[in-house]
Structures are given as C-alpha cells and as structure tokens.
C-alpha cells in the first residue's frame, strides 16, 4: 500500500503567484505603487545626486524661471526647487518609515499581548489607546515638538507615538478575529504556550492587515510631517522639506505663485500614491474588507 | 441604557482625570524658568523669587497639580503671564474665533459630503462615480494648510474678493467677521469633506445590499423613497462615526489654519503660549480641546446606543 499522494505546490508561492497575477489589473494598485516607487527613488537619489547643491544660496540667481538649468525654477534664496523637492522627499519618506515603524515596534506587541492575556492587562491597553486618541493628534505634536524643541527627531517621535494605538488596535482585532480557529487550538493541544502561538501562527496570519494598515499610515505621517516642518516645528534648514518650502513660498505668494505649487503638488502625488497602494493591497489581500476606514 | 450612560460617564471622567495628568506632567519637564522668562536676563535674584511665589511655582507639583484641577472646575484657569489677564477671559475670546471655524467646516464637509455620497452610491459603478470618488481620492491627500494658500491666492490676491488672513472681531464688524472665515472654513473643509463623502458612499452601498432594501422595493415603495427612507437612514451609522473622529481632526486642522490666516483663536493662542512659555495658558486651552474631544467621543457613543439597541450590551 504505498501511494503515492499527490503533490500540491506549496501554498506560499500559489499565493504569491495570484497576488501579483490581480495586482498587474488593479488600477490603485498599480498608480499608487508608481507613485510611491518614483518618490522614494527621488529621495534615495537625492542621498547622492541633486541637478543643484542647495546649500548654496544665491541672489543673482533668485526666483529663475523653468530653463534647461534649472527644471522647476529657482526660488527667492537662488535654490533648485527640484533639487529641493527630491530632498524634500527624502525627509518626507524617513520621518513617515520611522514613525511608522515606531508606532508598529510598539502598537503590534501591545496589541498581541492584550489579545492573548485578555482580562485587565488588555483593559488597561486599551484604555490608554483611549487616551492617546483623546489628544488631537496634531496638536500634541505640536505641543511635544515645541517642548523639546523643533527637528526632524523630535517630529518622528511626535507622529509616532499617535501610531502606536491605531497599530494596537488593528493588532488586537485582527488577533481576536483568529481566536477559536480549528488551527490555533490544533497549535494549543501540541503544547505550544501563548507566546509561540502569537509569534508562530498568529503574526503570519495578521501580516497581511498590518501591511495594508501601515501604507496607510505611512500618507498620514507623510502629511503630519509636511504640517509639523510648514509650523517650523518639523526638519530644520538647510535640509528641505515641503511643509517648509511651503512655509517660505506662502510669503512670496503674490509676486512668485509657483514656488507654493510644487511642494503642496509633491505632497499631495506622495499622499494619493501610498492611500492608493494601501487600498489596492486591501482589496487584492482581503476582498472581504473593501472599506476604508479613514 | 441607563447603566450604559452611567458607564460610559465614568469612563469619560477617568479619561478626563487622566488627560489632566497627562497635559500637566508634559509641561512639567519643560525646560525653562517662566518666571525668568517673564522678566529676562537681568532680573535680579530677589524679584525673581517674588514673582515665583505669586506664581505659586514653589508649591510642590502635587499641590500645583490639585490647585489647577480645582480652579478649572470652579472658572478659575489662573492668569496669563504674559498678557497679564485670566486665561479664562483669553479663552472665551479665542473660543469665539476658534469655535464658529470648526463648526463651520464640520457643517460644511457634511453638507457637501452627504448628498454626494448618495450620488456617488446611486450611480454606484458608472463614470460618474469614478470621477467623484477620485476627486475625493485626490481631496483627501490635500494637504488643509496648501489649499490655504491657494485659496488665498485665488481669491484675496488675483481676484480681491476676500480678505488674504486676520480677524475684525465680533464687536468690530460681523460681515467682515464672517468673511474673514470664509477662506479658512472652506480650507479646512475640503478633506475633511472627501473622508466623509467616500465612507458615506461605502456605507450606503454595504446598506443597499441588505435583504430589507429588497422587501423595500417588493412592496412597492418606489426608489429613491427606499434610497432615502431605508438606506441613507441606516447607512449614517459609520458616517456619525467619523463625524466623530473627524471633530479631533478639525481641532488638530484649527492649529494650523490658524496660523496661515493669522486668526486670533485658541489654536494660535496655544502656539504662541508654547513659545513664549506661558504654561498656564498652555495648559488650559490644550486640556479644554481635549476635554472637548473626549466629550463628543461620548456623545457619539450615547447617540449609537440611542440609534442601535445591539450595541447597548457590547463593551
């Protein structure tokens, strides 16, 4: 009696296959991934190659128009706005990654432990999540910014920090979503304690909502972060950032309209691109959860 | 209903309790003397510590901390350092610009939202609901403070039809009061608006699909009335959710657009407090946004459990 049984691929690759099979169809998908690819090349180039140094200010060549030399222009101090605008990006992309990731470091565990211990310790986590949705989100930052003073560190922890309980509270839904499913008994009768469970079967299984909730994040941070530095609480000069080529063009809104319309644009393609990618990866990943919950 | 209510007040005050905490002990590490910012460098030692005593700085923190906590319940927000007078007087007349600016724009996202929503759900599908939903796709990644600026732009520089920022005041001019908002209202808005109008259209549609739509229909009733009178009703649950959430968000959004318009309201007040250390109206005004937050928190709660029985027992 040896049959053979037979022989399926295995389910990851099935997955993967489907999934990018969808995404080359899902027109969100496709312009938000587009749009996020051309801003964090733009910001990695920037590391780099700028087409200008924009360090350097220099009257003779204030407020030039598009040329060759100059693509999108100069503005009142004699800088590159594209050079600029791909700095820009940069700052924008680093401070949204990292306050992301910290809101995930710290919401995701939160959020497991309170699905897995239940009772008082998950009160207690959510009643904090409470509370730190209680404070306007940008006004704390504000608040946490201008006490320990402005910068790019300081404006990454602030936005941060508002990430935590939405990260903690996707994690503990998902979590309790899985609880009572056949697989996660089956793992409990083998002997594996709660902490295996979470880590093993758990995670892998709420990845998918995580990912589609952090690109999500990722456009609100990128928009905090363009308020904070338009406030003069975010990035400092020299660096750019478009809250502060938006700060600087408002004065000369009058006599050099344009110089306000590439930061605000940038930011507005950088914010459309990752919602777009976000919702696209939702409906490719999970057809069941089409709505946005904003 | 009763004990949900109850419940959830004693959440509120716990959560107000906290909040107060939170606020106090964030101002408590600020760097910084406000005594020797009010008078400078050259303050000599002896009325430096005159000044700390009438400011009551000397008073340890958890007597500080009670003092404060009692004075709010009682009116008494303490006096403004640097303009001298009761930072409750300050607030009442920020309020007075801060307050008309966010209901305005909570009244005016929802008027625009709501009915095009609808529309978009109605035509659920055709190229008019794509385009609507991707201008709402595009209104949402506007940054409120850009589209200031270009609101200023087009219609206080090219056209001169509004004032570009600052506030007459209520006493000074009424219609130049009001249309010194105009500009900021519509700024703040616009996002808020395209959030709204697609959770709307989502929830409509989610509505539209349930089986007593259908019983709606069989009996007679004619579209738009099934539209109006069974799905808009019961699609305008997630949407009082927002509307909820949206409220921290127009707090949040008034800080900013007040600092483009140059407005004299609570957003600025607290701006500007930071920066010139003036922690007690800090203090105040930031405790009052959130109190104000945590409170339509509650009302949204008790109006879902008025609306929908089931979530009465939840929680």
Known sequence: MNQELPSYPPLASYDEISFWKKALHSRSFLVGASLAVLIVIAGVMSLFWTPHSIDVLSVTDRLQPISHDHWFGTDQYGRDIFSMLMVGARTSIIVALVAVGIGMCVGVPLGLLAAAKRGFLEEMVMRTNDLIFAFPSLLSAVLITSIFGPGTINAVIAIGIFNIPVFARVARGGALSLSGREFLLAARLSGKGSFLITLEHVIPNIANLLIVQATIQLSLAILAEAGLSYLGLGTQPPVASWGRMLYEAQTMVAFAPQLALYPGVAIILSVLGFNLLGDGMRDLLDPKMRRRVA | ?315
């Open chain 2, 1 to 315: 209903m009763f004990w949900f209510a109850f419940l959830r007040l004693l959440g509120l005050t716990i959560t107000l309790l906290a909040a107060s905490l939170v606020i106090f002990l964030v101002l408590e590490v600020i760097p910084g003397d406000p005594a020797e910012v009010m008078l400078g460098l050259s303050a000599q030692a002896d009325t430096l510590a005159a000044l700390r005593t009438e400011l009551g700085l000397n008073a340890p923190a958890t007597e500080r901390y009670v003092t404060w906590v009692l004075g709010m319940f009682q009116g008494n927000f303490g006096i403004s350092y640097t303009y001298s007078v009761p930072v409750a007087e300050l607030i009442s007349e920020r309020i007075q610009v801060s307050l008309p600016l966010a209901i305005g724009a909570l009244t005016l996202s929802t008027i625009l939202a709501i009915p095009i929503g609808v529309y978009s759900a109605r035509h659920h599908g055709k190229s008019v609901d794509t385009g609507i939903m991707s201008i709402a796709q595009i209104g949402i990644a506007i940054p409120n403070f850009w589209f200031a600026i270009l609101l200023v732009y087009v219609f206080a520089i090219v056209l001169r039809i509004l004032p570009s920022g600052g506030f007459p005041g209520w006493g000074e001019s009424v219609t130049g009061s009001l249309q010194a908002l105009i500009l900021p209202v519509v700024a703040l808005a616009l996002p808020q608006a395209s959030i709204l109008a697609r959770v709307m259209r989502s929830a409509l549609l989610d509505v539209l699909h349930e089986d007593f739509i259908r019983t709606a229909r069989a009996k007679g009733l004619s579209n738009s009335a099934t539209l109006w009178r069974h799905g808009v009703r019961n699609a305008l649950i997630p949407v009082l959710t927002i509307l909820g959430l949206q409220f921290s968000f127009l707090i949040a959004g008034t800080v900013i657009i007040e600092n483009v318009f140059y407005l004299p309201g609570l957003g600025r007040l607290i701006f500007q407090g930071i920066t010139q250390r003036d922690l007690i109206v800090v203090k105040s005004s930031v405790m009052l946004l959130v109190a104000l937050t945590i409170f339509v928190t509650f009302l949204v709660d008790i109006a879902y459990a008025a609306i929908d029985p089931r979530l009465r027992q939840s929680r």
